[in-house]
């Protein structure tokens, strides 16, 4: 063995480990791309899992008055209306990103800063329409 690889052998390896969800949410910043990137995913598939039992209520919903009415009930309940809001924001936002997306596919929007204010703008959208839905739900108008 010559002498240089006797050194390196003698400093060890660096050691390089995996990085968790732990590293990439407390230690970097992600660019709000990177959000409406991860929140469009999250949101998708929490709408093809609910997609069966929401259909389902509707199902049911129609049958009669009287399911109608018993649905009309169930939504009465504070824990429903959060539930249902949640979805509200899952289907809003994969709408607006997925509205962005379109604009990328047609290679618009995609330099660094407009991508970024795109980005900014799906959070803002999604969230006002969010609101105004949740106002809607509690009965403020």
Known sequence: MSEAVREAAKKGRPEFRNIGISDITGKYRMPPSAIVSIL???????????????????????????????????????????????????????????VRHLFMDNHLALDKDTAQKTARWVLVVSLALTALVGLKLFGVF
């Open 40 to 98: 469009h995913r999250i949101s998708g598939a929490g709408l093809f899992l609910m997609l069966p039992f929401l259909l389902y209520l509707l199902q049911e919903s129609l049958l009669s008055e009287g399911s109608f009415e018993h649905f009309r009930g169930i939504m009465s309940n504070v824990f429903v209306k959060i539930i249902l809001l949640g979805l509200s924001w899952a289907y809003l936002h994969h709408f607006t990103a997925g």
